[in-house]
């Protein structure tokens, strides 16, 4: 029987994405193992292996096709011995049951088509005080239809009974009542604003020069996550300056020592193994939240911005605090170069309890990064640059000073132990033979 290839899920968020490419062709022969696709997620562009052997007897979803569901059936496989004739069958089955279905739903609601035509009449009211008011179908139809309340209505017919004429001739004053209550539905619906839609913004630049430009799966996502963190997460920002000037010479003196085995060492590498040592030496902040529980991590697993085209990674570098200065420095530029091309699998960009952002490459003197949740904290890196201090002894002098500031996640990490986590991150920066140690 032929066997339906599926949409997979290539990480435990996806629930839909896009078949980027294919690496087959029907009637193409395959093993299990095979790469068969190409599938753009939100955040990677992963190849799909075959998990079956057989032939690929036909392709249900074009390349180039967006918003393809998990577990929607993107490529038939056929056995040896079957034909493009068993999937015609094979599907027929199915679609016949489906279209009995609604045949035999069908034939009750056409007998009772009949009734359907006369529109019911409501329930009976009750009155303030909880008694029947007695009014004919036809006069409570009617007075449902005009939004008037019969509470208010004074019958004519036998024993009071409100009749047809009754509600005709009511006044709309009789309709005030029930107009509170009528106006608090929609009070009660309305949220707050989320903003212009898409066609009322493109109506304010009419007649404006404008590209339109469709959000990928990466750039919705980080819409989604983003705007979710910034609202849900309840941050707090702590800030300090940070000397470097023994950082960089004991930088420059390790490069030229590591010269001959290619390893070039950057300020950034210096300060994940910082940020590294710094969660270990303050376990309460290596943490993430987990919605109603706190989970304290016991390595230090720390995630690091990475700009590409259209969006942002964040690979993580797991037991950073075990690993030497160029082993960091040589995983970060694999995990970055591969970042770009969009080639990391999800477990190398997912985890991690801290975050860090650096933009100091791009002359940026500080700023406040947002906190990319179940993270605890992340820590916006901005330049170093040559300024004015007082030394320890009165006097000034220059000093290369880098400005950060730490977003926390105050579920997580309350004040006093974000400043902690703070100050020894810093320690270690300007001593960095400590992190040798």
């Excluded at 990677?44 to 979803?61: P, Q, R, W």
């Excluded at 390790?254 to 590498?269: I, T, Y």
């Amino acid at each position: 029987m032929p066997t339906e290839i599926l949409m997979p899920a290539l990480s435990p968020t996806m629930e839909e994405g896009t078949l980027a490419k294919w690496l087959v062709k029907e009637g193409d022969t395959v093993s299990s193992g095979d790469l068969i696709a190409e599938i753009e997620t939100d955040k990677a562009t992963m190849e799909f292996e075959a998990v079956d052997e057989g032939v690929v007897g036909k392709i249900l979803v074009a390349e180039g096709s967006e918003g393809v569901k998990v577990n929607t059936p993107i490529a038939v496989l056929l056995e040896d011995g079957e034909s493009a004739d068993d999937i015609d069958s094979a599907g027929a089955a199915p679609a016949a049951a489906k279209a009995e279905a609604p045949a035999e739903a069908a034939a009750p609601a056409k007998a009772d088509a009949p009734k359907a035509d006369a529109k019911p009449a409501p329930a009976a009211p009750a009155a303030a005080d909880g008694s029947r008011i007695f009014a004919s179908p036809l006069a409570r139809r009617i007075a449902a239809d005009k939004g008037l309340d019969l509470a208010q209505i004074k019958g004519s017919g036998p024993r009071g009974r409100i009749i047809k004429v009754d509600v005709e001739n009511a006044q709309p004053q009789a309709a005030k009542a029930s107009a509170p209550a009528a106006a608090a539905a929609p009070a009660a619906a309305a949220a707050p604003a989320a903003g212009p839609s898409a066609d009322q913004v493109a109506r304010m630049y009419e007649g404006r020069d404008f590209e339109e430009v469709k959000l990928d799966g990466m750039r919705k996502t980080i819409a989604a996550r983003l705007t979710e963190a910034k609202q849900q997460v309840p941050h707090f920002y702590l800030r300090r300056d940070i000397q470097l000037d023994a950082l960089l010479k004991f930088r420059a003196e390790l490069n030229k020592q590591l010269e001959p085995r290619g390893v070039k060492l950057s300020v950034n590498d210096f300060i994940i193994k910082a940020c590294a040592l710094a969660l270990q030496a303050v376990p309460d902040a290596n943490a993430v939240w987990a919605g109603d529980r706190v989970l304290k991590m016991k390595a230090s697993d720390v995630a690091v911005a990475v700009a590409i085209e259209g969006g942002l990674f964040t690979p993580v570098l797991q037991d950073s605090d075990t690993k030497s200065l160029s082993a960091l420095s040589t995983e970060m530029k694999d995990l970055a170069a591969r970042a770009r091309d969009r080639k990391l699998a999800p477990h190398e960009y997912q985890g991690g309890s801290f975050a860090i952002s650096n933009l100091g490459m791009f002359g940026i003197d500080n700023f406040d990064a947002i906190v990319n949740p179940p993270h605890a904290g992340i820590l916006a890196v901005g330049a170093g640059l040559k300024k004015p201090v007082v030394g320890k002894d009165g006097e000034l002098t220059v000093a290369t000073v880098m400005s950060v500031t730490m977003s926390v996640d105050h579920r997580v990490i309350d004040g006093a132990l974000g400043a902690e986590l703070l100050n020894v991150i810093k320690d270690n920066l300007e001593n960095p033979m400590v992190m040798l140690a």
